[in-house]
C-alpha cells in the first residue's frame, strides 16, 4: 500500500523547476543565520570587553560605599557622651566631664540636660560665673523648670546676691509645689537678708515637708543669723 509520504516524493521528484525554486530559499536561510550567529559573537565579545574595561571604576565605587562614616549627632551619640561625663564626673575628673558636657553641647545645642549638668558641675567647682553662665543656657530651653531655677538661685546665693536668688527659688517653688528645696532656700535667703520671720515661716513649712531638712538647717551656715532664736531651735529640734 503506497503512503501519502511516498506519492509526495515522486510528485517532488516530476517537477525540477519546483525543486529549483526551494534551493535557493535553503541556501538564503542558512547564510542569514551564519550572519545572525556572527553578529552575536562579535557583540557579546564587546560586551566582555567592556565590562573589562569598566571593572575597576565599579571597583573604586564599592570602596566608597565600605568606608568609614563620620560619627553624627544622635541620641546614641548624646547619651554615649552624657554617660561618659557623668562617669569622669563621679571620679572627679572635672575637667574630663567638662570636655564631655561640651562635646554633647556642641553637636546639639538645645540639649538643656547638657547645659545643667555642665552648670552643676561648676557649680562644685566652686566657679559660679560659669555655672550661672551655663545654666542661663539652659533655663532659655527649659524656662519652667524647678529644679534648674533653683539651682540658679543657689549659685546667686554662693556669690552672696540673696535679694535675686529668693526670685529663683520663688518662681520655682511657685513651679514646683511639692519640691522642697526652693522652699528650704528661701529660709536661706531671707536669713541672709535679715528677714527673720519669713526665713523661719519658710523654713517651719519646709521641715513639715521633709523633716530631713532639720538636718540640713542645724548645719547650714546661711542660718547661722537664727542660730540660738528659740523658734529656730523648736523647728530644728522639736519636742519629741
Request: glycine content about 4%; overall charge neutral; aromatic content about 8%.
Amino acid at each position: 500500500m503506497s503512503s501519502i509520504y511516498e506519492a509526495l516524493k515522486r510528485s517532488q521528484a516530476s517537477s525540477p523547476e519546483q525543486s529549483r525554486s526551494n534551493t535557493p530559499y535553503i541556501v538564503r536561510g542558512r547564510r542569514i543565520y551564519w550572519i545572525v550567529a556572527a553578529a552575536v559573537l562579535i557583540s557579546s565579545a564587546l560586551t566582555a570587553a567592556a565590562i573589562f574595561w569598566m571593572a575597576p571604576e565599579r571597583g573604586e565605587r564599592s570602596v566608597e560605599t565600605v568606608a568609614a562614616q563620620p560619627v553624627t549627632p544622635g541620641p546614641v551619640r548624646t547619651l554615649e557622651l552624657m554617660n561618659k561625663g557623668d562617669r569622669l564626673r563621679r571620679k572627679n575628673d572635672l575637667e574630663g566631664a567638662v570636655a564631655a558636657y561640651q562635646e554633647v553641647i556642641k553637636e546639639t545645642p538645645d540639649y538643656a540636660e547638657a547645659h545643667l549638668q555642665l552648670g552643676e558641675l561648676f557649680y562644685g567647682a566652686g566657679r559660679f560665673d560659669e555655672a550661672f553662665a551655663a545654666m542661663a543656657k539652659a533655663q532659655k530651653l527649659r524656662p519652667d523648670d524647678a529644679r534648674l531655677l533653683n539651682n540658679m538661685g543657689s549659685v546667686l546665693l554662693a556669690k552672696d546676691n540673696a535679694a535675686e536668688a529668693l526670685n529663683y527659688f520663688v518662681q520655682a517653688r511657685r513651679n514646683s509645689a511639692d519640691y522642697v528645696e526652693p522652699l528650704y532656700n528661701m529660709a536661706c535667703a531671707y536669713a541672709k537678708l535679715k528677714k527673720k520671720d519669713a526665713a523661719l515661716s519658710s523654713l517651719r513649712q519646709a521641715a513639715e515637708m521633709q523633716p530631713e531638712v532639720r538636718l540640713w538647717a542645724s548645719r547650714d551656715p546661711d542660718l547661722v543669723s537664727l542660730r540660738g532664736d528659740r523658734d529656730f531651735e523648736s523647728i530644728v529640734h522639736p519636742k519629741e
